[in-house]
């Protein structure tokens, strides 16, 4: 797979991703650090452990990370579940759904990575 259907696999933006980076080699070389990214793994303990405050911090993280790499759909995912885990306005109700989501739209990112 190529780096442009990476970015239309995964629904995030070759263009913002170019922008960034400048080159398709450069891009892909921070890409393919994203497995190694603890972020994903901290949101999905600290929520199992119940430690909001924790999984707020992961997924503020993953949100940056997400933003960097234009990983679009995914940083909305993120974006969302960071919103519902701001401290002062969280609402633990709605963060398995969310988390469904974000879990969902990560494993699609890391499968496409393996196949770049």
Not at 1 to 4: L, S
């Given at each position: 797979?190529?780096?442009?259907e990476?970015f239309?696999q995964t629904?995030g933006?070759?263009e913002?991703a170019?922008?960034?980076f400048?080159s ?7 890409i ?6 603890p ?5 999905k303990?600290?929520?199992?452990g119940?430690q909001?405050d924790?999984a707020f911090?992961?997924?503020h993280?993953?949100k940056g990370?997400?933003?960097n790499l234009?990983?679009s759909?995914?940083w909305?995912a993120a ?11 969280c609402k633990?109700?709605?963060?398995g759904r ?9 494993i699609?990112v890391?499968?496409a990575?393996?196949?770049?």
């Open positions: 797979m190529d780096i442009r990476f239309r629904e933006s070759y913002e170019m922008g960034r400048g398709e080699a450069l891009a892909l070389r921070f393919k650090k994203f497995p190694g990214d972020s994903f793994e901290e949101l303990t600290a929520l199992k119940g909001l924790k911090e992961a997924a993280a993953l990370v997400c933003a234009a990983f759909k995914l909305e974006s969302r579940i960071t919103e519902i885990l701001r401290p002062g306005e633990p109700e709605e963060t969310v988390f469904r989501e974000v879990e969902e739209d990560y699609k890391i499968h990575i393996e196949h770049l």
